[in-house]
């Protein structure tokens, strides 16, 4: 059946089916293509899109401004707004649908991105927020397809750290979407929550996909036959006094090399949404250093910079993901 996403928000994976998600990275590798072949498109010429950020960012910013730029669209950064101070969400909404073909949002609320949906007129894109990051996921589903070589529903996937962030929510989503076997390897009171966790096992029956948690005491079984270890930073913007908790219940989830060997998998690849505390080449890694006596938190140096690791092949696909869902949402195609 034919697959038309035009004048859809992508505000998460749970939206959407698995053949839709299928086309958005066929789409992807497509475009990826075209990029790397120096063709420049016009999919998004004469459209305008705002970003809006209420988060740090160094690739979701770049990705949508590059991607948009790619097409022949134009883009408006916008950090310095009225929303939520002298203006409604609402209001802002129905303003900048009047102006924008398309809005990004990158902050805190899940439920902020949905009323820019609800309200705007226009196709949102959730660019990040507390309980999810949709536009990353299929940056990493593009990624595991180019460098493990079989498809999505035969990889087993391991995330190891903290599973009850955005990310820990998200690739348990797409990957009960697209049939991989996900594994969370983390603390209990650090696992997603049970209701997510119970509609995605409901996704899971229909779509073949297995999802399992375990505790590091049986890090041995969680890792073995994993294709891909994946993690990300143990505190999430806006956390930031949680580090010396979060290092106590963490320490033991560091993704070394010991983890990598676990797995009997010569080629299992990293995974890493960036950025990342590897070394103390960072003011954040060398303060942390001081404090906490330890130079890498989530993944240690030695496997960030292994023949496993694929993270700036990952971070490059989010400018293809990215672009895909534009120009599916928004495009002349």
Sequence with gaps: ?????????????KDFSPEEI?????LSHDLKAKKRAGIKGNALFRKNIVLIFDKASTRTRCAFETACWDEGGNATFLTNSQMGKKESVEDTAKVLGRMYD???YRG???????????FSGVPVWNGLTDDDHPTQILADL??????????????????CGDARNNMGNALMIGSAKMGLHFVALAPKELWPNEALTAEMKKVAACT????????????????????????DVWVSMGEEAKFAERIAQLKDYRVTMDFVRKTGNPDAIFLHCLPAFHDTETAVGKEIEAKHGIPEMEVSDE???????????????????????????????
């Design 1 to 13: 059946m034919p697959v038309n996403l035009k004048g859809r928000s992508f505000l998460t994976l």
């Design 22 to 26: 299928r086309y958005l990275l066929d």
């Design 102 to 104: 398309g809005i990004q």
């Design 208 to 231: 073949g996909a297995t999802i399992e948690f375990f505790s590091v005491e049986n890090a041995d079984k969680a890792l073995a036959g994993a294709d891909v270890l994946y993690t």
């Design 303 to 333: 496997v960030f910079r292994s023949r496993h690791s694929v993270v700036f092949d990952q971070a490059e696909n989010r400018l293809h993901t990215i672009k895909a869902v534009m120009v599916a949402t928004i495009g002349d195609v």
């Design 142 to 159: 593009l990624t595991i397809e180019e460098h493990v070589h079989k498809p999505l529903n035969k990889v087993k996937m391991v995330y």
């Design 108 to 118: 805190f609320s899940q439920d902020l991105v949905e009323d820019l949906a609800a």
